[in-house]
């Protein structure tokens, strides 16, 4: 699914030169089988029991079949509704060939699966929806289902009738969920999160059901209703590409195409409570980006490229870092050893595994280890084993997705190289006709037998908040928050009193502020723990404490921040959510400003009130960075752009670009919707001095750029490299021109009105590097 990009260096093995009929095919590249097709093991299709039998894991672990075909088809997705049943969304008409013909034909489905006879594996399939075009999304709600095809999201009511499943109504919600990039840029993952929002990948959007009658948060607005709740929608951080997890916490992690598993050390929307304030959310990298793989994988995009593939020795062949990272997980089942808990998971389809790291708490910052280096948790020596999904189950285990496709890699960015190693394995034969779903567990331990909770009361539930399965505590909360019932709330607090563990503790908070029935008596007894994050969650969940208790808050918020880092970024930011606090905030700043996020997080807490903070400054106090950044309070850098300083001509151009960019040009993709850049992808453009020499920048367009580079003080090494454009048949050197002219004055970037770029100044760059083979590095300019 994902786009597969490779740092470029030197050639090798001399083959004649591939035909550029490809969109991803480059100028001057020279496609050469750096493996001889001989040496390169075939790439049969597998019945399941081989598949199973392909799959290698560490000692301990074990794989079992949940579902294959003719059961579930090209599944990309899955969710578990509260009586245990799997929901999948299968996306059956992906690159059924190179060429992708027929991928437009609304003829994916959303299918439910269920296993009747207790026995482990799936025996029942039924379909409910068989029209859809290339789903991509899909979620559990009160009352049915969220999904997504290629350009919107829908509402699917769930009936039963005469013992079986039924469709009720059947909505489109938001008819722009996925409106933007190509099939492997579009929004995906739609997370329940512990906030009661869902989140989504690949997208700066998040949705909230709310009871009829409920206020809508500020900032966010209703676009849809049924006679269950209605749903709004407001804009929350860029996150990631394919898939979207959490840990306990509510923290949000996600992955790029060519990193693994990277971890957000704030809860969502922490530092957006300032309304004229819009940092992005850091995302730090859980590990390195090596991989593993058990058989040699050269049918990878840029396999002939230098440093892509291992070239000697006993890995010869296989990949060298990750390029297809797929949904990640943070594993909190109960099956696996307590070791275990907590991990991060990132299956790679493009290398046919699944890695795992361990994530480590920093000051102000996630960071992780991979866990079985030189080896993995899950490998498989079948080409076909796609691995596209990893989910927290029921029964304690982790849910393995696997699309089981012999094409990976959209036609629109698929070379020439890796179309003959599809063809040479017949990897374009025999797909979108299978799929597996598998189950990852430790034997020596039991499995949990599911319960319907969705034939559970309200009263019922409490006990499963405090589940030692993730799924369990998720689905309890999910089923008592979306349902309104407030009357639990005395049960949950006495139990959230008597719960020992951290899942517990934070599960039971979490569920209280979904309710809103936040206390002042469990943010006091929980803001005073000794586990970090438990004392700071419990300090941002009350942030929905009653007015009449705000003064004890903020006597709660100072005690903490005098406790030191990094609780006292919690106090700075949840300060926002009460009148006054200035003082604390500045008691911050003074003492603590030179501490990760510290000004971010200060300046996010003063909420409303900047104005009245700034008043009470003396000077450059505290600093010139913090001044730097309240003068520039409502400005909007995301916004901002230098089009009206333009010419008409060069107006037409942004304006093209600005399309191009979001569009087939697929530069947002790597480089963020609001070019921030991306972890693991793309550098930033926000004063980016590669931008300035327009004949650097139309080098860069037509030939790519690999890292090591610096973009001002900021070093950047991603594992992807930046492709050019100068093979694309479909972009023309005015596109090029465009994309320049929109990137040089979009988000705060600026240049001479009479400085634009123009087509003819982009034809003479191509003219004059037309014997160019390979992309620059920074030591070429």
Partial sequence: MKRLLFPALLLSLATVAHAQTFQGDRAGHQMNDVIPKSEIPPAPVLNPEQGLQSLQVQPGFAVQLVASEPQVFSPVALAFDAAGRIWVAEMTTYMPDIQGKGEMKPEGNIAVLQDTDGDGRVDSRQVLIDNVM????????????????????????????????????????????????????????????????????????????????????????????????????????????????????????????????????????ALLKNPGFWPDMPAHSIGDNRVYPARMTPGVNRGYMEGVL??????????????????????????????????????????????????????????????????????????????????????????????????????????????EQIKSRELDKHNNTMGRIYRLHWPKAPLNKAPDLSSLNAELLVPFIKHPNAWHRDTARRLLVQRGAQEVAPAIRKQLQQSETTYAQANGLWTLYGLHAVDLQAVKHFIRSTDDRIAMLAAAVGERLPESDHKA????????????????????????????????????????????????????????????????????????????????????????????????AAQMLFDQGKQLYHGKGACAGCHGEYGKGMPGLGPTFWDSQWLHNKQTLAKVLLHGLTGPIWVGPDYYNPAAVMPGFAAREDISDKDLAAIAVFIRNSWGNSVKADDSFTPEEIAQVRRETADRNQPYTAKDF
């Fill in 134 to 269: 290339l789903p991509r999304t899909i979620s559990v709600v009160e009352g049915g289902l969220f999904y997504a095809d290629h350009q919107s999201l829908y509402f699917a009511e769930i009936k039963h009738k005469d013992g079986k499943i039924a469709l009720g109504a059947h909505d489109m919600v938001d008819a722009t969920y996925a409106a933007k990039g190509s099939v492997e840029h579009k929004p995906n993952g739609m997370l329940y999160g512990m906030d009661g929002w869902y989140y989504n990948a690949k997208s700066d959007q998040r949705y909230l059901t709310l009871a009829h009658d409920a206020t809508i948060p500020d900032g966010a607005d209703e676009i849809y209703r049924n006679q269950y709740w209605k749903l709004v929608r407001s804009n929350t951080d860029y996150r990631g590409q394919w898939g979207i997890t959490q840990d306990d916490f509510g923290r949000l992690y996600h992955n790029g195409n060519s990193s693994p598993i990277h971890g957000e050390y704030f809860r969502p929307g």
């Fill in 310 to 419: 291992v070239r000697e020795g006993k890995d010869r062949g296989k990949l060298v870092n990750f390029t297809a990272a797929s949904a990640s997980l943070v594993y909190r089942g109960d099956n696996f050893p307590a070791q275990f808990y907590g991990l991060g998971l990132t299956p790679e389809p493009a290398a046919n595994l699944i890695s795992a790291r361990t994530i480590i708490e920093g000051e102000g910052k996630l960071s992780g280890e991979a866990l079985f280096a030189p080896g993995e948790l899950l490998t498989s020596t079948d080409e076909r084993f796609r691995p596209v999904g990893l989910y927290n189950a029921p029964d304690g285990s982790v849910y393995i997705v696997d699309m089981y496709q012999g094409i990976l890699q959209h036609k629109d960015f698929l070379t020439s190289y890796l179309a």
């Fill in 553 to 648: 808050y903020l006597k709660l918020l100072t005690s903490m921040a005098q406790q030191g880092y990094p609780r006292v970024l919690q106090a700075a930011i949840s300060v926002a959510a009460i009148d006054g606090g200035h003082e604390l905030s500045q008691w911050i700043l003074k003492n603590y400003l030179n501490k990760p996020y510290v000004r971010e997080a200060v300046i996010s807490g003063l909420g409303s009130e900047s104005a009245e903070f700034i008043k009470q400054l003396d000077g450059d106090y505290p600093d010139k960075q913090s001044q730097a950044l309240l003068a520039n309070l409502g400005k909007k850098r995301q916004d901002a752009n230098n089009r009206d300083s333009l010419s008409a």
